[in-house]
Nanobody
Framework: QVRFVESGGGLVQAGGSLRLSCTTS????????IGWYRQAPGKQRELVAR???????NYADSVKGRFTITRDNAKKTVYLQMNSLKPEDTAAYYC???????????WGQGTQVTVSS
């Protein structure tokens, strides 16, 4: 299966910003809904943002108003702009193709985001 490749993570102070990217060679990218997930140590992976093929977006309550998901179909890339970061945003971030809210592709390596207080 074609996986996504996530990038853009790093170490940032609380209140800072990061922009994550997620790219693929998947041929069906433009018609797929894509979700950004995160997984903190000892916790389950959670869906934080998703974007439909038409550009409609949904966010978890914990990130609403701070994170923005966008997509560039020509580049087969989805972005996650993260502002006003908090220590509780520390996690490995992944993206995946969604059917409804179910991820259907193999997981990539993710990108680590660490927010210091």
């Amino acid at each position: 299966q074609v996986r996504f490749v996530e990038s853009g993570g790093g170490l940032v102070q609380a209140g800072g910003s990061l922009r994550l990217s997620c790219t693929t060679s998947r041929s069906t990218f433009s018609i797929n809904s894509i979700g950004w997930y995160r997984q903190a140590p000892g916790k389950q992976r959670e869906l934080v943002a998703r974007i439909s093929s038409g550009g409609s977006t949904n966010y978890a309550d914990s990130v609403k108003g701070r994170f923005t998901i966008t997509r560039d179909n020509a580049k087969k890339t989805v972005y996650l702009q993260m502002n006003s970061l908090k220590p509780e945003d520390t996690a490995a971030y992944y993206c995946n193709t969604l059917v409804g809210t179910t991820p259907i592709a193999d997981w990539g390596q993710g990108t680590q985001v660490t927010v210091s207080s």
